[in-house]
């Protein structure tokens, strides 16, 4: 038998032309899931708000930060509006709901956190919002997993070492003068971060600076304020002035926990641990009572740690919230590495002279 092939011409299908409006729409979604994906998995911009980092970074800077570095996070929270964060614009409506929540997992990246590295975290405290949603701040890497942590008179130390320092790094100083000073002083000696105290100015400037300033013959005396060894500061963490004499410029020594290690559970070391045990670990049963750990209704003697743990500073040393204020910060709230400034804006400038060009497209340090 024999197939017999029709060789007809098939009937052109008619294509339905899209509207102007369609078009539109099609474009504009597909710009929004590129966008998307590129801010989740690639690179995310970001600006500098305050001076917490200053002179490294400064306040009207915006920044890229590479999410590849250390490797993308999946989504915890995945309804959420796209390329929004916490809410909708300048409005207080939510953007997300939290009826969902996933594990979330970092994908291979390509490089380790190292320390003296400017890193984008979210702000382990923040409990109003799901992890992945906290409020973004940037600050230095300045202890990492499994490293003894200790500041001796502002100078940081590693496992009983002093650390290199960051070249901008600034601290307070008292300038005493008999003359007023005003702003433009200031800005003139890109000085910033500065106020008015009975016979003189506090300044965040760097010992450059200082030096530069203790030149000048109307400004009397220039000292750094420095918090002595003992003397407490009752707001820096654990925030336990009964047990840890600690302050801003004197603080440790403290072990910043390591995934695997294993901690004693006793008076002294739950202070700096509770929190991580009951918030940031994941643990369905945990509980503080009287002072001792509860792990699934039976009293802990000892920890051990799921992930590893950073301690962040910003480099504007006496003004910046960090972890001496707050503690650890989990690897899971790690977003990225900054990487370099791609605009900068100075807010006390004039229109004209508003943009830094000396700072776009600089590398962070």
Not at 140 to 166: E, H, L, W
Request: glycine residues 4%; proline residues 7%; aromatic residues 12%.
């Amino acid at each position: 038998m024999k197939a017999i092939f029709q060789n007809k011409k098939p009937a052109k299908k008619q294509l339905n032309k899209k509207s102007l409006l369609r078009e539109w729409a099609d474009a504009i979604m597909f710009a929004v899931v590129a966008a998307t994906l590129i801010r989740w998995a690639t690179f995310e911009a970001y600006a500098i708000p305050s001076a917490s980092m200053e002179k490294s970074l400064l306040t009207g800077d915006y920044l890229f930060v590479s999410k590849l570095h250390y490797g993308s996070r999946t989504p915890a929270t995945p309804l959420q509006l796209p390329l929004t964060h916490q809410t909708i614009g300048s409005t207080k409506i939510p953007s997300y709901s939290d009826a969902i929540t996933l594990p979330s997992f970092r994908l291979q990246g390509f490089s380790e956190i190292k320390r003296n590295d400017p890193i984008v975290f979210n702000l382990p405290p923040e409990d109003e919002h799901p992890f992945d949603l906290k409020t973004h701040y940037i600050k230095r890497c300045v202890g990492m997993a499994g490293d003894s942590f200790a500041i001796k008179n502002g100078q940081i130390y590693v496992n009983g070492q002093p650390t290199s320092n960051p070249s901008q790094e600034q601290f307070q100083y008292f300038l005493a003068t008999d003359r007023e000073l005003d702003k433009q002083f200031f800005l003139d000696r890109d000085i910033t971060d500065f106020y008015a105290v009975p016979n003189g100015y506090a300044v965040h400037i760097t010992p450059s600076i200082a030096q530069d300033l203790a030149t000048l013959e109307f400004i009397k005396n220039v000292q750094l304020v420095m918090a002595p060894a003992g003397e407490v500061e009752n707001d820096v963490f654990p925030q336990e002035p009964r047990i840890f004499k600690w302050n801003r410029d004197n603080y440790g020594p403290l072990f910043i926990p390591k995934k695997n290690s294993t901690v004693a559970i006793t008076p002294q070391t739950l202070p700096l641990y509770a929190r991580i045990i009951t918030a940031y670990e994941h643990n369905s049963n945990a509980k503080i009572q009287d002072g001792k750990l509860f792990l699934e209704g039976k009293e802990a003697q000892q920890y051990t740690f799921k992930q590893n743990y950073y301690f962040m500073m910003g480099d504007n040393r006496h003004n910046s919230e960090d972890s001496r204020y707050w503690g650890f910060v989990p690897e899971d709230h790690i977003v990225g590495k900054a990487v370099f400034v791609w605009m900068s804006v100075d807010p006390n400038a004039s229109f004209l002279e508003k943009v830094r060009w000396n700072r776009l497209f600089k590398p962070i340090e």
